[in-house]
């Protein structure tokens, strides 16, 4: 989330990505009420612009989706922050039939970096 801010900060248009609907319209909440902060950080250029994109990176469809979606609506991708990721919990497998840190971790960001 702060990476997000940070780069808003600075001008970027910013697509982050969610694991599911709800979690997007939270995000949005989240990120227009700490855009319209009146505190003004240095370097803070405004104006800001985001959207969110659903992207579930324990189902290899979902990153098949969002990559298609992303480049039909952004023809250009300047910076990627691959930063999402899972640690620890008990032996699950996804959709895919990948251990989920491997392929939530690995696997997908692989796939969404050679797709974009």
């Given at each position: 989330f702060e990476t997000v801010v940070g780069l808003?900060?600075?001008?970027a248009h910013v697509v982050a990505?969610?694991?599911?609907e709800a979690s997007c319209r939270r995000t949005a909440t989240e990120l227009t009420a700490a855009c319209s902060a009146p505190e003004v950080a240095p370097g803070d250029v405004r104006p800001r612009s985001f959207s969110v994109m659903p992207?579930?990176?324990?189902?290899?469809?979902?990153v098949r989706k969002f990559s298609a979606d992303f480049v039909a609506l952004y023809p250009d991708l300047d910076t990627l922050v691959a930063n999402a990721g899972v640690m620890g919990?008990?032996?699950t497998q996804t959709v895919d039939g990948f251990e989920a840190n491997?392929?939530?971790?690995?696997?997908?960001?692989?796939?969404l970096i050679n797709l974009l």
């Open positions: 808003l900060n600075r001008g990505t969610c694991r599911d992207l579930d990176l324990s189902s290899l469809d979902s919990g008990p032996f491997l392929q939530v971790n690995y696997l997908a960001h692989f796939l």
